[in-house]
């Protein structure tokens, strides 16, 4: 029933009529959302050229310059905790107590030893004194004098080992008190008061300084061998650091370390920057981001990086060349500065697709549409179309 009602309208057209009615839909088409003729719009900047400073970025991870496990140089129990666990603490300030009264026992006895030592020297030397006076008289033999002789020097080997005994106890006595060996911030402490510890053993608390940090990363071989024929005769490069949650690359620091040799496992090399730490921003074990900025400069051809495409393994730029045709450009990519990517395989001013990428496809038109960009050459946002005024009523009855 339906075909049989609307069968007589179709074949009421003459067939001028209905060959204009198909034109007039063709045209619809292209000139809907591709634009004149068919060709899409896009919006286009040209690739800016200009001296940038070379610069390298790492990933880093922070260390302390001093990382020391506090251990016990004595046997005891331990009497007290003298410390804060995290707090900073200066060099020679006290950690930990070890009771040490046998220690003191030790030094009383030693001392007493020393004092029978150095009587016992002195009657040998009085007994050889008196002997060799008379050798002239042939009153004593050789034999004597000999033997006088010989117990001198043992009774001053005696003094000496009770003297380094005595030593020995008084440094015991200073080990019993634990002092910081670097100034630094403390970790837990592993020992509470009443625990038996020996010597070395265990680890009662970890202490790392805190006034600098280092940076360590790994740079490529190439990095290093750019490093190596750009850095001759140059000042160090200017190291700047930011953490995880920074902007951009706000600590500045220098680089004062590189490895004597490649790790032939990775080929990488290991650097080290060096940071000041005094306001305490830094803890050791957290990673950064690393950036070496060359103090020399060189000329290069930007693009915003939002016109990269990529296509299988390839990085491309889509150039808007001769009679507004799309030509695919392979280019190898630089460094990112401000939104703005280093490229090689484009020209300075040569036109770029940077919005409207999925429209335009190689080798058919476009209808480009140039941006204004800043002093950068990063493309200025397009200016919003004026709204269209509605048709007249007249024109829409019809």
């Not at 940038?52 to 260390?63: G, H």
């Not at 060189?298 to 016109?307: E, F, G, H, I």
């Not at 450009?329 to 940077?354: H, Y």
């Amino acid at each position: 029933m339906p075909q049989a009602r609307f069968a007589p309208r179709w074949s009421a057209l003459s067939a001028p009529a209905l060959f204009a009615l198909v034109l007039a839909g063709c045209g619809q088409q292209q000139g809907g959302p591709g634009g004149h003729g068919g060709a899409a719009p896009v919006s286009v900047a040209p690739a800016v050229q200009r001296d940038v400073q070379e610069f390298e970025e790492f990933t880093a991870r922070l260390e302390a310059p001093d990382t020391v496990d506090v251990r016990a140089r004595v046997a005891g129990t331990i009497e007290a905790v003298r410390f804060k666990e995290g707090q900073l603490v200066r060099r020679g300030d006290p950690l930990f107590t070890i009771d040490s009264r046998a220690f003191r026992a030790e030094v009383v006895r030693l001392e007493a030893q020393v004092v029978a030592a150095k009587t016992q020297l002195d009657l040998a030397r009085a007994d050889l004194a008196r002997a060799e006076k008379l050798v002239s008289v042939n009153a004593v033999s050789q034999q004597e004098i000999d033997q006088l002789r010989a117990a001198v020097r043992n009774a001053d080997a005696s003094l000496r080992s009770a003297e380094a005994g005595l030593v020995q106890a008084r440094l015991n006595v200073e080990y019993a008190n634990i002092t910081a060996p670097v100034a630094g911030r403390t970790s837990r402490a592993n020992v509470t008061p009443g625990n038996l510890v020996g010597v070395g053993d265990p680890v009662l608390t970890t202490l790392v300084s805190s006034d600098k940090v280092y940076a360590y990363f790994d740079a490529s071989e190439a990095a290093y061998l750019k490093y190596l024929r750009t850095g001759r005769g140059e000042a160090p490069p200017t190291v700047q650091m930011a953490l995880a949650d920074d902007q951009g690359f706000p600590h500045t620091g220098k680089l004062d370390f590189v490895d004597n040799r490649l790790n032939p496992t990775t080929a990488t090399i290991r650097g080290r920057a060096v940071f000041d730490n005094k306001a305490g921003l830094f803890t050791p074990g957290l990673y950064a981001r690393i950036k070496l900025v060359s103090h020399s400069s060189k000329s290069a051809v930007l693009v915003p990086d939002r016109a990269i495409t990529t296509d299988q393994t390839n990085k491309l730029v889509l150039v808007v060349g001769a009679n507004n045709i799309v030509q695919p450009r392979p280019v190898k990519l630089g460094a990112l500065l401000d939104g703005m990517r280093i490229v090689d395989g484009l020209k300075a001013g040569e036109q770029v697709i940077v919005d409207g990428l999925q429209r335009a496809m190689p080798g058919a038109p476009v209808t480009p549409q140039l941006l204004k960009v800043d002093d950068k050459g990063m493309p200025l946002p397009a200016a919003p179309a004026a709204p269209q005024a509605p048709a007249p009523a007249s024109a829409a009855s019809k």
